[in-house]
């Protein structure tokens, strides 16, 4: 049985930093994809970043990209978003999940939620202005 855990949310004004963590286990594929979603209040879930365990291969949502980092602890199962000049419309409830077992070079496909299986409980991440 698949089980995720996010960690690492929290409070942090406008300009900072913050890292979220997945801890993944249980994943028995040999490539697989672990993805970072978030919903906002009154908002639909949106994909934000995704890392394929091949190369690994990482994908982001132009919304994020160069502002978001994400990185594979093979060893320890651990999946991080790295967030930097954190803004307000970055408030939501994150969080990650395992998806696609293929590889696709597209971006849309990777982070498609209807993709994704197995989900974590979400941590808050609020940035004040």
């Known amino acids: 049985q698949v089980q995720l855990a996010e960690s690492g949310g929290g409070s942090v004004s406008s300009g900072g930093f913050l890292t979220l963590s997945c801890k993944v286990s249980?994943?028995?594929?040999?490539?697989?994809?672990i993805g970072w979603f978030r919903q906002a209040p009154q908002q639909e879930r949106e994909g934000v970043s995704c890392?394929?365990?091949?190369?690994?291969?990482?994908y982001y949502s132009d919304s994020v990209k160069g502002r978001f980092t994400i990185s594979m602890d093979v060893p320890n199962s651990i999946v991080y978003l790295q967030m930097k000049n954190l803004k307000s419309e970055d408030t939501a409830v994150y969080y990650c999940?395992?998806?696609?077992?293929?590889?696709?070079?597209?971006?849309?496909?990777?982070?498609?939620?209807?993709?994704?299986?197995?989900w974590g409980q979400g941590v808050q991440v609020t940035v004040s202005s």
């Open positions: 999940a395992t998806g696609p077992t293929f590889f696709s070079p597209d971006a849309d496909v990777m982070l498609n939620q209807h993709l994704y299986d197995a």
């Open positions: 249980g994943v028995t594929h040999k490539y697989y994809t």
């Open positions: 890392i394929f365990s091949s190369e690994p291969t990482t």
